[in-house]
């Protein structure tokens, strides 16, 4: 039984507990209640009942949110503890654990007793209370991020928080998401707050229903996201990131700026590969090449086992600067996915800034709001 209803006598109020080596939370549920003691536990101020969260959630998935709105579930606390769910002449039993009266105040306190409050970061190293107006864009900066984590569960599967910018990376990328607000959000201890993805998944869900939330880390082991009626507890110590310092990535980039091309027009020209890539291939190169009149975009067959099914070329007439010409005898392989999940994040009138130079580790792309790092990789 990974989850715990539990109610509060005094306050007349029903709350969802889930629990395990990850996370701990809690939600207020809200609905008609109507209360009868167990016999014999007449001066006691909890109850608690353990509950399989899984098989809740699919007996409530199994009706339609019209159909649940008749629902009635009849928990039984005491030593008999049941869980009954009804829906016109359906029933579900489901089962369940005794908690008995001096655990569920134990959980109380555990859970309910925890002093938290969004204005007071005393003891906190990241609060995003201190973004202030500047939160919405602070959650899109996330949402944006979230494409370019790796897939590798064990490292850089976190975000790297700075007060004016979110940072992502791993062997294929780097992308930057500037802030709008400068904020003092990260304690000046340290240089930035490793967010693991999970609690973002979670921030998100606010971030849809435009609640007042607040979300608060001590010290990297975990974040506490809570409204007044919901609460999570998260593990963080799983966060692995190491992003670049300002200056290293201010090296990175390539000395010479090639050209600046719409946004919309750039995707476009990444998206006419989409059908040569073999199927099911994660590895998806793109490489481009400066003329004196554009930049042409190369696919080329690599091999029955190669991650591309054909040769294919796409050229973009534009205006190529002369130190783009005359520094780019070369070049340059990197990943179509990046650059597509990169160009999908801005609007399509946009253009971005192309830099790429012979001697240098990557191509970059600059916008006011965001910029990526693309790694070269062999042809």
């Not at 005094?10 to 996370?23: A, C, G, P």
């Not at 070329?313 to 205006?319: A, L, R, S, T, V």
Request: hydrophobic fraction near 35%; aromatic fraction near 12%; glycine fraction near 4%.
């Amino acid at each position: 039984m990974n989850a715990t209803i539990f109610y509060d006598v005094e306050s007349n109020l029903l709350h969802l507990i889930t629990h395990d080596e990850v996370s701990r939370a809690y939600a207020s549920i809200e609905g008609e209640l109507e209360f009868t003691k167990p016999e014999g536990e007449e001066g006691d101020k909890y109850y608690a009942v353990g509950v399989s969260l899984a098989l809740l959630f699919d007996s409530f998935a199994s009706y339609s949110l019209e159909e649940r709105k008749s629902m009635v579930v009849d928990f039984t606390f005491g030593e008999h503890s049941s869980v009954l769910i009804r829906q016109s002449k359906d029933k579900i039993i489901l089962p369940c654990k005794y908690i008995p009266a001096y655990k569920a105040e134990e959980i109380h306190n555990d859970i309910f007793n925890q002093e938290l409050s969004g204005n007071n970061d005393e003891d906190w190293l990241f609060n995003m209370a201190s973004f202030g107006e500047g939160q919405t864009d602070f959650l899109k900066g996330l949402d944006l991020s979230k494409s370019f984590l790796s897939k590798n569960e064990k490292s850089n599967n976190a975000y790297a928080i700075y007060n004016d910018r979110v940072i992502v990376n791993d062997e294929r990328h780097v992308f930057v998401y500037r802030l709008n607000n400068h904020a003092h959000a990260i304690k000046a201890s340290v240089p930035f707050a490793s967010l693991h993805k999970l609690p973002v998944k979670i921030l998100s869900i606010f971030n849809d229903q435009n609640s007042q939330f607040y979300a608060v880390m001590e010290g990297q082991e975990a974040i506490v996201i809570y409204t007044d009626s919901f609460m999570v507890t998260i593990n963080n110590s799983f966060a692995s990131i190491k992003p670049p310092s300002a200056e290293r990535l201010e090296a990175l980039i390539p000395k010479t700026l090639l050209t600046r091309l719409p946004v919309g027009q750039l995707l476009k020209a990444c998206h006419f590969f989409d059908n040569y890539y073999r199927s099911g291939s994660e590895y998806q190169p793109l490489t481009i090449e400066v003329c004196p009149d554009g930049i042409k975009f190369l696919l080329k067959d690599s091999g029955i086992n190669g991650s591309a099914s054909a040769n294919a070329e796409k050229f973009i007439e534009c205006e190529i600067t002369d130190d783009g010409i005359t520094n780019n005898p070369v070049s340059a392989t990197f990943l179509n996915s990046s650059l597509q999940h990169y160009l999908s994040g801005l609007p399509k009138a946009d253009s971005v800034d192309i830099y790429h130079s012979e001697d240098a580790k990557c191509v970059f792309l600059r916008h006011p709001k965001q910029s990526i790092y693309l790694a070269k990789t062999d042809d």
